[in-house]
């Protein structure tokens, strides 16, 4: 098969809808380095950047209510920034770049999906939610 490691996707395939920022971005923990209280941030495997991860609501109307929520890690030397708040808008809507999905199987032996972005950043404005074809003028 073809196919190895991350899987490339686009925004609009993954998140057809869009999707919020429900948290703030934080690094995220190389359990294997980390010990006795010493924080030791994870880094990529394959680039050696540094990994950060931010929870986003999916605004899929069809999901269910445990399924909205995923973390995005997003790989970055910096810590990235969230793009500024909406007037009116109790979350902040996000856009990624770069999206791969990794499959595997989780702990309860599920099909699950690690979701990595290379930048994230405000969305872009379009004429149809879930058609990323027309893009607002």
């Not at 808008?89 to 599920?110: A, K, Q």
Request: net charge positive.
């Amino acid at each position: 098969m073809a196919l190895r490691g991350p899987i490339p996707i686009s925004f609009d395939q993954i998140f057809p809808y869009g999707c919020y920022a429900v948290g703030e971005v934080e690094p995220v923990k190389d359990f294997e380095a980390s010990s006795n209280g010493r924080f030791v941030q994870a880094r990529d495997k394959q680039t050696g950047e540094l990994v950060w991860q931010i929870a986003v609501m999916d605004a899929d109307p069809s999901l269910k209510a445990a399924q909205k929520t995923v973390a995005v890690k997003i790989l970055a030397p910096a810590q990235p920034v969230l793009p500024a708040p909406v007037a009116g808008v109790p979350f902040t809507p996000v856009e990624f770049d770069g999206l791969t999905v990794t499959p595997y199987v989780n702990g309860s032996g599920r099909l699950a999906y690690s979701i990595r972005a290379r930048e994230m950043r405000a969305p872009r404005a379009h004429a149809k939610a879930g058609n990323s074809k027309e893009a607002a003028a």
